[in-house]
């Protein structure tokens, strides 16, 4: 059973950073039978639907919403099964409950238009969030 665990969000004034974590466990680690897969970050607002805000696959190959390219850096521990994503020169419109996401048979990293597109029907694996809030 493959679950996702958020850590890190919290409250922070305009300027600053977070980094948030995701554990992922319960994936097979043997580059003979493992699956490749890709890694995305999702954010999600009371007003707004889920947004895609980065994204990584198994040869570290990034994308980002191009409202966070400079400020955001998205990267995988694989030894850890670890995902992180750094938050730099935070803004309030950066609020949101933070998502980690998984799809399986993935090799090429998505384009935020192709998880944007496909919402909640991107990832085959969700978390339940770490929340961040930032103030101006």
């Known amino acids: 059973q493959v679950t996702l665990v958020e850590s890190g969000g919290g409250s922070v004034q305009a300027g600053g950073s977070l980094n948030l974590s995701c554990a992922i466990s319960?994936?097979?680690?043997?580059?003979?039978?493992?699956?490749?897969?890709?890694l995305g970050w999702f954010r999600q607002t009371p007003d707004k639907e889920r947004e895609a805000v980065a994204a990584i696959n198994g040869q570290d190959d990034t994308r980002y919403l191009d409202s966070v390219k400079g400020r955001f850096t998205i990267s995988r521990d694989n030894d850890k099964m670890i995902l992180n994503l750094q938050m730099d020169t935070l803004k309030p419109e950066d609020s949101g409950m933070y998502y980690c996401?998984?799809?399986?048979?993935?090799?090429?990293?998505?384009?935020?238009?192709?998880?944007?597109?496909?919402?909640?029907?991107?990832?085959?694996?969700w978390g339940h969030g770490t929340q961040v809030a930032v103030s101006s």
């Open positions: 996401a998984l799809r399986f048979s993935c090799r090429g990293v998505p384009t935020m238009d192709v998880m944007q597109t496909l919402g909640v029907r991107w990832p085959h694996h």
């Open positions: 319960g994936l097979s680690t043997n580059p003979y039978t493992s699956t490749p897969y890709c």
